[in-house]
């Protein structure tokens, strides 16, 4: 009943994980989401997310922002990255999903989805069919409460990482250092 929640891997943040690794999966696209995954919820685009994004594209990764957000918060986001978006996506319904495969010419297989929601970027990417990874989602220090659907999301991680048939399906997916 869980393994729809279950991440194919988890991560601290984007910058933990080792595209080249990914690249030699034969992964050649990436939906990320956006709030809490990238950046904190709302705020727009920074340098490092820019460079980030750039430097994706030279090794040859295709990208997309997959949002439930509204078109002007996305595309406000995307002004300096310039990469392919779909937003009002209603995750976690796999329809987003299987657009954005479309868009980027992809197969399910060459495609990983990054998010920092169990119930909607995981749970959709998985019943979609494409690999997930999961990251923390970023929050800041003087943030003291988390909504309910993180208890649950830290009950479904306790799950996996207990699971041996459903953790680390990539292996190790994480950078050195």
């Known amino acids: 009943m869980l393994k729809e929640y279950y991440p194919y891997e988890y ?3 984007v910058f933990a994980i080792d595209y080249k690794k990914l ?5 050649r ?8 995954t990238l ?28 949002s439930d957000n509204e078109k002007s918060r996305v ?19 796999p329809q987003g999903y299987l657009k954005a495969l479309e868009l980027m010419g992809l197969e399910k ?10 119930i909607t970027d995981i749970r959709g990417a998985n019943n979609a069919g494409i690999p997930s990874i999961l990251v923390r989602f970023i929050r800041l220090p003087q943030e003291k409460r988390i909504g309910k659907r993180r208890y649950i999301e830290y009950f479904v991680m306790w799950t996996w990482k207990h699971s041996k048939k459903y953790r680390h399906r990539f292996g190790n997916i994480l950078r050195s250092g």
């Open 29 to 36: 696209g990436i939906i990320f989401d956006v709030d809490n």
């Open 23 to 27: 690249w030699a999966l034969g992964i």
């Open 109 to 118: 297989k060459q495609t990983v989805c990054i998010g920092d929601q169990i």
């Open 11 to 13: 991560a601290p943040g």
């Open 39 to 66: 950046v904190h919820h709302g705020d727009d685009s920074n340098p490092k997310i820019d460079r980030f994004f750039e430097k994706l594209h030279k090794m040859g990764f295709k990208t997309l922002l997959l």
């Open 75 to 93: 595309e406000r986001f995307n002004k300096n990255i310039g990469t392919l978006y779909i937003c009002d996506a209603d995750k976690p319904s």
